[in-house]
C-alpha cells in the first residue's frame, strides 16, 4: 500500500472521528440545554430527601418523638383508635419504628383517591397529628422530584429528563476523554488562579467526571422506575426472564376475624425474622386478599426488607418471602430505592449521594455559561 493511501486512510478515519465527536459535542449541549432547567429541579429535591428519614423526626418532633412507657397499646388497639379517625376511609398502612421513643402511622384511603394520616402516641393512644399526605412536606417534595407537582405529565417530563441525563454521562466521559497523560493531569483538577471562564470549564468537566458514575447509576435507577421496557430490560438480564413476583392468594375461611388479629401477626412476623428493624403492616383492600407485612433488616450491612403474608381472618401464616430467597432480578427490584437514594449502606452513601446531587445541580448552570461564553467567542471573532 503506497503511502499516498495511508494517508487518505488516516484522513478518513480522522474526519470520521472529527465528524462523531462534533455530534456528540452538539447533542451535548443542546440535550443538556433542553433538560437543565429539569435536572436541577430533580437534583436540588434529591439533595433535601437523602436525609429525609434523619430530619423528619427533628423537624416535626412534636408527632414523630414520645416519652416510652414500659407497655404499650396492642396493634389492635391502635387500629382502632387509628380507624376511629377516619371512619368513611379504608385503612391502608400502618408504620411500626423499631425504636421505642418513635410514634405509630397510619395511612388510610386509595393511590387513585389520596391518603389521609394519623400519627398516635403506641403507649397512650393519644392523636399527636392528621391529615393529608400529599401536604406533608417531604410528600410535596417528592412530588416535585417525580413528577414537578404536575402529576402525569411531569412523570413523562422527568422520565424524558432522566434519560437525557443518562445520555449526557455518556457523552460527557466521551468528551472528557483526554487524548494523552499530560491533559489527563490537567482534567483531574480544577486549576487553581485561572481565569473564570477557565475555572467554569473546570468546574463543569473535572466535576462531571467524578460523578458520572454515581450518576449513571442514579439514572438507572430512575429509568427502572420510570419505564417498565427498562426494568424489564433489568429482569431479561439477571432472571433471564421477566420473573416478577406472583400475586398471593389467601385460602376462604369463614367466620369472623379473631381478635387480637393484628397483635397476632405481629408477633409471629418478629418471630420469623428476629432481627431489628421496622415494621410495616399493609391491609388488604378485598376480603380474599391476605395481610402483608414488611420488615426492614436494621442490622444487616444492607438494608433488605423481608416479608411475610398471613390469613386476613384468622392470623395464620400463608408465606415467607425473605429477601435472601428472591431471585436476583426481584433483589435488585427491591433495593433499586435504597441504590436511588443512597440510603443503601445508611448515612455515608446518603452522604455521598448528597454531594453527588449538589454538583450534578452545578452541572447544568456551569454547562449554560460555557454556552455563552462561546457566543461572546463568535462575536468578538466576527468584530474581528
Not at 376511629?84 to 421505642?100: D, G, N, Q, T, V
Amino acid at each position: 500500500m503506497s503511502l499516498g493511501t495511508n494517508n487518505k486512510t488516516t484522513a478518513k478515519k480522522n474526519a470520521s472521528k472529527s465528524l462523531l465527536s462534533k455530534t456528540v459535542s452538539f447533542l451535548h449541549l443542546w440535550l443538556g440545554l433542553l433538560a437543565g432547567s429539569v435536572l436541577i429541579v430533580v437534583a436540588l429535591t434529591g439533595c433535601i430527601l437523602s436525609f429525609e428519614d434523619e430530619l423528619t423526626p427533628t423537624l416535626f418532633s412534636k408527632e414523630q418523638q414520645v416519652i416510652p412507657k414500659p407497655e404499650r397499646l396492642s396493634i389492635d388497639s391502635l387500629t382502632t383508635i387509628a380507624k376511629a379517625a377516619y371512619p368513611e376511609k379504608k385503612i391502608f398502612r400502618m408504620m411500626l419504628s423499631a425504636e421505642p421513643n418513635r410514634s405509630v402511622k397510619a395511612t388510610f384511603g386509595t393511590k387513585k383517591a389520596g391518603y389521609d394520616y394519623i400519627y398516635l402516641n403506641p403507649y397512650s393512644g393519644e392523636t399527636l397529628s392528621k391529615g393529608k399526605e400529599n401536604k406533608r412536606f417531604f410528600t410535596v417534595v417528592l412530588n416535585l422530584h417525580r413528577f414537578l407537582l404536575v402529576g402525569a405529565v411531569g412523570k413523562t417530563i422527568t422520565g424524558i429528563s432522566c434519560a437525557i441525563t443518562f445520555f449526557m454521562t455518556i457523552s460527557g466521559l466521551y468528551l472528557w476523554w483526554p487524548k494523552n497523560r499530560k491533559v489527563l493531569k490537567q482534567r483531574l483538577v480544577v486549576k487553581q488562579n485561572a481565569s473564570f471562564k477557565r475555572t467554569n470549564w473546570d468546574l463543569h468537566a473535572v466535576g462531571g467526571f467524578y460523578v458520572m458514575i454515581f450518576l449513571f447509576i442514579i439514572t438507572l435507577t430512575g429509568l427502572i422506575w420510570s419505564y417498565d421496557w427498562v426494568e424489564n430490560m433489568m429482569f431479561k438480564l439477571t432472571d433471564g426472564k421477566i420473573s416478577k413476583p406472583e400475586v398471593v392468594k389467601q385460602p376462604e375461611v369463614k367466620g369472623k376475624k379473631e381478635a387480637g388479629l393484628y397483635e397476632k401477626i405481629v408477633s409471629a412476623t418478629n418471630t420469623i425474622y428476629a432481627h431489628q428493624g421496622d415494621l410495616t403492616i399493609n391491609f388488604p383492600d378485598k376480603k380474599d386478599k391476605p395481610i402483608l407485612v414488611s420488615k426492614e433488616n436494621g442490622e444487616a450491612r444492607v438494608i433488605t426488607v423481608d416479608q411475610v403474608y398471613f390469613n386476613n381472618r384468622n392470623g395464620e401464616l400463608i408465606e415467607k418471602r425473605p429477601f435472601a430467597g428472591l431471585s436476583l432480578g426481584n433483589q435488585l427490584r427491591k433495593l433499586n430505592k435504597p441504590i436511588h437514594t443512597g440510603s443503601i449502606f445508611g448515612w455515608p452513601t446518603k452522604l455521598l449521594m448528597f454531594i453527588v446531587a449538589l454538583l450534578t445541580a452545578s452541572l447544568p448552570i456551569t454547562g449554560l455559561l460555557i454556552y455563552l461564553g462561546r457566543g461572546k467567542k463568535k462575536k468578538k471573532a466576527l468584530v474581528a
